[in-house]
């Protein structure tokens, strides 16, 4: 492998969201925060040094040839021609979301989120005003299936207006098929009811899946939806703070980019445009091989439950890096778990309702690290649940 993601690169004392928010000196170990503990692709590090090298960082213009490397990678990539005018910048996937709601709602409006799903849609639609209406998702056989009939009843009710769509899906796992997806599309396009998907995840499908941009389905979609796209997540840049809103329809964009303006998430910095240029234009290649190690991850991860922890299901993962795991079985919530794993072996992991009521019982593990630090946190949660056992709590 040309890329060495076994290399661990310390994170402690850079001011890192994941690795510094605990007291210097507690033997604390993160798989919670969505960054990567893989420095980026090479291509990306090279471009920014070279505009650190310059040494002036004032005010940037948003040039032709950011448009062209995002609209070429989705055209190459996944078959979706996306136009320079469709497109307004900002900085990231959740100010996005948030500008997106504000601009197509009315406070008091309802809101589709299919749950468990990711906690900043929560926060989104409640600090619009708008109403959290819930589809929760079905889980079947260690993975997760929408439940179209409450769909159809869910946005059929009034005053409901929007959809928030996550494609792939966090803390799921799935990568909605095209079938879903436009099952997803008919039912509300016949209620009057926007799409706004949320597709930050779309590089990391692991293989025997497919990302299908839901705006891509056909012309009805298009219209009918807005997406939320960055390169942050697939590129492990997600501190450069840029993101992209896609609209095909005039009207809705201008009501988006006054949104934008009036949240004040307009201006973008220098080195998110360079970072991005780099990884659609020269970044491939080192996405290509961070899948391969993800998914080997994935599958060490599922070995290791299966033989020290049978009674504890792994949620088949077709996207992301981000494992869902079934810990009901242990008798604890959700909050309990969390706490105690943290308090007691270091290891920090995400409780399941942070995602909404459905996670209650689940914990979600951050796997896009070294190996060996993945090894380390397996074998603090083994020895977590032995003692578990052993003490009878």
């Known amino acids: 492998m040309k890329y060495d993601f076994d290399k661990i690169i310390p994170r402690r004392g850079t ?3 994941k690795w510094d928010s605990f007291p210097v000196g507690k033997d604390v170990l993160p798989l919670w925060v969505a960054d990567m503990d893989f420095r980026t692709a090479p291509a990306i590090t090279d471009a920014l040094a070279k505009r650190v090298a310059h040494g002036i960082f004032g005010y940037v213009h948003v040039p032709d040839e950011y448009y062209t490397a995002v609209t070429r990678w989705f055209e190459r990539r996944h078959n979706w021609s996306i136009r320079k005018e469709w497109m307004i910048y900002t900085s ?3 100010p996005a979301i948030s500008a997106v709601i504000k601009a197509l709602t009315e406070p008091g409006d309802g809101v589709v989120v299919q749950t468990p ?24 056989g260690n993975t ?3 439940d179209f009939e409450d769909l159809e009843r869910k946005t059929a009710e009034p005053g409901v207006k929007l959809l928030l769509l996550c494609n ?5 796992g799935r990568v909605w098929s095209r079938e879903e997806l ?8 016949r ?15 692991f293989p025997g899946h497919t990302y299908t941009p839901f705006a891509s389905i056909g012309e009805e979609f298009l219209q009918n939806s807005v997406t939320c796209l960055s390169p942050s997540k697939s590129f492990n840049i997600a501190g450069l703070q840029i993101a992209n809103i896609i609209s095909c329809d005039e009207r809705i964009r201008r009501r988006i980019d006054r949104a934008v303006n009036i949240n004040e998430v307009c201006d973008v910095n220098p080195f998110g445009i360079e970072a991005t240029i780099a990884a659609y234009n020269e970044g491939e290649e080192w996405l290509i091989q961070l899948l391969d190690y993800l998914k080997a991850n994935y ?42 794993l943290l308090e007691e072996t270091g290891l920090w992991l995400n409780s399941g309702t942070m995602y909404g009521p459905e996670g209650e019982g689940f914990l979600r593990w951050n796997i896009a690290c070294p190996r060996a630090v993945l090894e380390e946190a397996l074998a603090r949660f083994q020895n977590f649940i032995q003692c578990l056992i052993a003490g009878g709590t």
């Open 15 to 17: 001011n890192s969201y």
């Open 92 to 94: 990231g996937v959740v």
């Open 117 to 140: 799903v990711y906690n900043c849609f929560f926060s989104s639609i409640r600090n619009n005003g708008c109403r959290i209406v819930a589809n929760p998702l079905r889980y079947v």
């Open 144 to 146: 997760y299936y929408i």
């Open 168 to 172: 792939p899906h966090n803390p799921a």
């Open 182 to 189: 436009h099952r997803i599309g008919e039912i509300c396009f």
């Open 191 to 205: 209620n009057g009811v926007t799409v706004i998907a949320d597709e930050i995840h779309c590089e990391l499908v």
């Open 299 to 340: 599958d060490y991860l599922c070995g290791f439950f299966h033989t020290h922890f049978p009674q504890i299901p792994v949620t088949r993962l077709e996207g992301t890096y981000l494992v869902w795991t079934d810990c009901r079985a242990l008798g604890l919530s959700s909050e309990v778990l969390q706490t105690r």
